[in-house]
C-alpha cells in the first residue's frame, strides 16, 4: 500500500520569505500522481499543484513549486513571496496512475503554515 | 461553475444516534468521493462512485456508514448507530473521471458526544 509522510506538524514563515514543506511517499508503482493541496481554516480543500511522476521537469503554478525526485521518492512544496493568504493546512497526496490502480487519494497528515507579517 | 454543495455544514449527536450528510456533486461530474477527515490527520477515502457504482469501498466500515448515490448525481452517507470515534469533518469531492483533478466540497464536520 502507498503511504504519505510530512515530517512537518508546524512551519512559519514571514511574508514575502520563501519556505519549502517536504514530502516523501512509499510505492512500488512506476506511473503516479502526487498533488499539494491547500485547506485554510474552515474552508475547503484546494488543489496546488500537481506532478505527474514520468515528467522529470518539475511543475510550478505561480509563486508555488515543487522538487521532485523520483528516486528518493521525495515531493517538497517551495512557497516564494509567501502572503497572508497562503496561511493554512498543506497536504501531500498520491494517485495511481496506471491502468488497475485505485484513483483514490492517499494524503499525509498535513503541515500547517502560518505567515507572519 | 457551482461548485460542490454539501449540507449540512455541522451536526452534533449523541452516541448510537443516526446521522445522514448530503452532498451534490459538480454538474456532470461522473465521480464522486467521499472522505473522512479526522483532527490532525489527512483525509482518509470512505467510499468512491462512478455515476451510481461502488468503485472502492474497501475502507468503509460497512457495519455502520452506508452511501448511495442515486441516479448518478447527489449521494448520501449515512451513520447507523454513531461511535465517539467517529467525530471528523466528512468531505465529498468530485471529478469529470477518475482521471480527473478532485474538486472537494466544504465537508461536514461531526461532533459524537
Keep these: 500500500a502507498q503511504t504519505v509522510t510530512q515530517s512537518q506538524p508546524e512551519m512559519s514563515v514571514q511574508e514575502a520569505e520563501t519556505v519549502t514543506l517536504s514530502c516523501t511517499y512509499d510505492t512500488s508503482e512506476s506511473d503516479y500522481y502526487l498533488f499539494w493541496y491547500k485547506q485554510p481554516p474552515s474552508r475547503q480543500m484546494i488543489l496546488v499543484i500537481r506532478q505527474e511522476a514520468y515528467k522529470q521537469q518539475n511543475a510550478t503554478e505561480n509563486r508555488f513549486s515543487v522538487n521532485f525526485q523520483k528516486a528518493a521518492k521525495s515531493f517538497s512544496l517551495k512557497i516564494s513571496d509567501s502572503q497572508l493568504g497562503d496561511a493554512a493546512m498543506y497536504f501531500c497526496a498520491y494517485r495511481s496512475g496506471g491502468e488497475g490502480g485505485s484513483e483514490k487519494l492517499v494524503f499525509g497528515k498535513g503541515t500547517k503554515l502560518t505567515v507572519n507579517p | ?113
Design chain 2, 1 to 113: 461553475e457551482a461548485g460542490v454543495a454539501q449540507s449540512p455544514r455541522y451536526k452534533i449527536i449523541e452516541k448510537r444516534q443516526s446521522v445522514a450528510f448530503w452532498c451534490n456533486p459538480i454538474s456532470g461530474h461522473a465521480t464522486l468521493y467521499w472522505y473522512q477527515q479526522i483532527l490532525g490527520q489527512g483525509p482518509k477515502l470512505l467510499i468512491q462512485f462512478q455515476n451510481n457504482g461502488v468503485v472502492d469501498d474497501s475502507q468503509l466500515p460497512k457495519d455502520r456508514f452506508s452511501a448511495e448515490r442515486l441516479k448518478g448525481v447527489d449521494s448520501t452517507l449515512k451513520i447507523q448507530p454513531a461511535k465517539l470515534e467517529d467525530s471528523a469533518v466528512y468531505l465529498c469531492a468530485s471529478s469529470l473521471s477518475t482521471i480527473h483533478e478532485q474538486y472537494f466540497g466544504p465537508g461536514t464536520r461531526l461532533t459524537v458526544t
